[in-house]
C-alpha cells in the first residue's frame, strides 16, 4: 500500500512527465496553463501501479491525444518518450 505522501510524491512526477516530456499542445511554457493535464494523472498513476504494459500504456496516452484533444496526426512512436520517463517513476 502506497502513503499519501508517497502517493502525492508520485502524482507530482507524473504531473511532471505529462507536461514536460508528453506535452501534446505545447504548453509546457505557458504559466496559466500548468494544470492543463492534471486530469490524466489518476489515469496513468492507475495503470503504472496495475503494471499496465509500455503498449498499454502507449495507447492511451494515444487515444487522449487522437480522441480527447483531436490531433490526429500523433503516432504511437511518439508517445515512446513518456512512457520510458513515466517507468522512471518509483512507485
Known amino acids: 500500500m502506497i502513503n499519501k505522501i508517497t502517493s502525492r510524491m508520485i502524482s507530482s512526477q ?25 486530469g490524466y494523472v489518476g489515469e496513468i498513476y492507475g495503470l503504472l501501479v496495475r503494471k499496465a504494459t509500455d503498449q498499454e500504456i502507449t495507447d492511451r496516452l494515444l487515444y487522449i491525444v487522437q480522441d480527447t484533444m483531436g490531433l490526429d496526426a500523433a503516432k504511437a512512436e511518439d508517445m515512446q518518450p513518456t512512457v520510458r520517463a513515466l517507468r522512471e517513476i518509483r512507485l
Request: proline letters at 8%.
Open 14 to 38: 507524473i504531473r511532471k512527465v505529462l507536461l514536460n516530456v508528453w506535452d501534446p499542445i505545447g504548453i509546457q511554457n505557458e504559466p496559466n496553463a500548468q494544470d492543463e493535464y492534471d
